[in-house]
């Protein structure tokens, strides 16, 4: 169990509630969070546990807008969303039902895989889902923007508080050489013209194979919808052919644009708009692998470990 859970009695209070102690807290899941996540076990039972960091000033709360955007997937997921069990603003804490199952590793050859990430993706964007999606008032995605503008202002941003960092070890001093000389030239040769909003689409946004499971039957599991909301539907294609964890080769890409062409909220421009994204994203992907930079209590190794990370990436041919 994680130490600097004991004895926190709002945690311990809502956990009894839920017919669970916080001694039943059996190892820490997804050590890259930002958040906590825990596997709660005792005997053949199982509950997964997350816990939101505190606000940070000027930014949204991550653990309102989870509960709402989950609890929206969950309705019209239905078993393809796994249950919240409970929440509590308190400790800013969320309790899920544990899925059983296998990742889903996105291999080459499985281009099924890839066609069956479209269609919880066509299913969430039927028009009746969007309706209830407006009627509900739910916001923004993380990152959102609904012209190839706004993304690639996003992207600046994100280079530009890297460059803003203070430099107070080897790894940044050398982070921020590798942004100034490599990411943020790429960057400018694609900013683009100014060009009209595209209608939005709803988006889980950190979608990816990473945070699907593949239960014994079959059947897919969707995971974390803390960054998800209305966006730009060829934001959601390049995100998640770009994304760091499982990026797509050529062909799997080719394929989900394929997928989501049949469903009429992503297309006629889909395909040309996506090609036009993926190099600003690519600009995006590699700077938000750099978010430990950001994290004043971040040790060196982490840093430097995810500088060789962010320029691996960067230098992948990711649609080769």
């Not at 000027?58 to 609890?71: I, K, N, Q, T």
């Not at 000389?181 to 013209?193: H, I, T, V």
């Not at 430097?304 to 230098?315: D, G, I, P, T």
Request: charged content about 25%.
């Amino acid at each position: 169990m994680n130490a600097g859970l004991a004895g926190n009695t709002q945690l311990e209070r809502f956990l009894a509630g839920h017919g669970w102690q916080t001694r039943q807290l059996v190892r820490q899941m997804g050590a890259g969070n930002r958040h906590g996540v825990f596997l709660l076990e005792e005997a053949s039972r199982r509950a997964v546990l997350k816990i939101h960091e505190p606000v940070v000033n000027g930014r949204r709360d991550a653990f309102a807008h989870e509960v709402l955007l989950h609890s929206f997937y969950a309705q019209q997921g239905g078993a393809s969303v796994p249950r919240l069990l409970g929440e509590d603003s308190g400790c800013r804490t969320l309790l899920f039902e544990h899925v059983s199952g296998e990742p889903v590793e996105g291999e080459e050859s499985r281009l099924n895989d890839v066609v069956r990430m479209a269609e919880f993706l066509r299913h969430t964007n039927r028009p009746e889902v969007l309706a209830r999606a407006r009627q509900a008032r739910l916001p923004r995605a993380s990152d959102a923007g609904l012209s190839a503008a706004e993304h690639w202002q996003c992207a600046l941003s994100r280079l530009d508080a890297l460059l803003g960092l203070p430099v107070t070890d080897e790894a940044t001093a050398a982070m921020k050489d590798f942004v100034r000389s490599e990411l943020r030239p790429a960057l400018a040769d694609r900013k683009p013209g100014e060009d009209p909003p595209v209608a939005p689409c709803l988006s889980p946004s950190d979608f990816g194979f990473h945070n699907v499971i593949r239960r014994q039957n079959g059947s897919f599991c969707f995971l974390d919808f803390e960054h998800a909301g209305w966006d730009d539907p060829a934001k959601l294609a390049t995100d998640f052919i770009l994304q760091p964890e499982a990026p797509l080769n050529a062909v799997a890409a080719e394929h989900f644009t394929d997928a989501l062409l049949d469903g009429a909220i992503f297309g006629p421009l889909l395909r040309s708009r996506v090609r036009q994204l993926l190099p600003i994203q690519k600009c995006k992907w590699t700077a938000i692998i750099l978010n430990v930079f950001d994290r004043a209590s971040a040790p060196a190794e982490a840093k430097s470990s995810k500088l060789a990370k962010a320029v691996v990436y960067w230098e992948s041919k990711l649609l080769a």
